[in-house]
């Protein structure tokens, strides 16, 4: 089991910027492709970012390209998005999630086999 744990979110200004961070515990991230998704008020889950194991597989949904960054650091177990420039409509919780050993980078929840709780994000008009 995969054990991961969110934190970063609260309540920013439009335009801000935030970074959440996933640390994960049990077993390790190692091999793994890691995502970060989205649920907003009244709104289905939605795809945010994703990373493969060694970072060399990064997509991005559109509504986010060129104003988040998704990153790893695998001596510590640790994922992050970092969320500048933020817009009223990036309010939601977020999720981390990985898939199991193996998977590559992917869009697809049903792809992801472990999640965190969420965190939410809050971005003020």
């Known amino acids: 089991q995969v054990q991961l744990v969110e934190s970063g979110g609260g309540l920013v200004q439009a335009g801000g910027s935030l970074r959440l961070s996933c640390a994960a515990s049990g077993r390790t991230l190692s091999s793994r492709a890691m995502g970060w998704f989205r649920r907003a008020p009244g709104k289905e889950r939605e795809f945010v970012a994703s990373?493969?194991?060694?970072?060399?597989?990064?997509y991005y949904a559109d509504s986010v390209k060129g104003r988040f960054t998704i990153s790893r650091d695998n001596a510590k177990n640790i994922i992050y998005l970092q969320m500048n420039s933020l817009k009223p409509e990036d309010t939601a919780v977020y999720y981390c999630?990985?898939?199991?050993?193996?998977?590559?980078?992917?869009?697809?929840?049903?792809?992801?086999?472990?999640w965190g709780q969420g965190t939410q994000v809050t971005v003020s008009s």
């Open positions: 999630a990985a898939r199991q050993i193996g998977g590559g980078s992917s869009s697809y929840s049903s792809d992801y086999a472990y």
């Open positions: 990373i493969t194991w060694a970072g060399g597989s990064i």
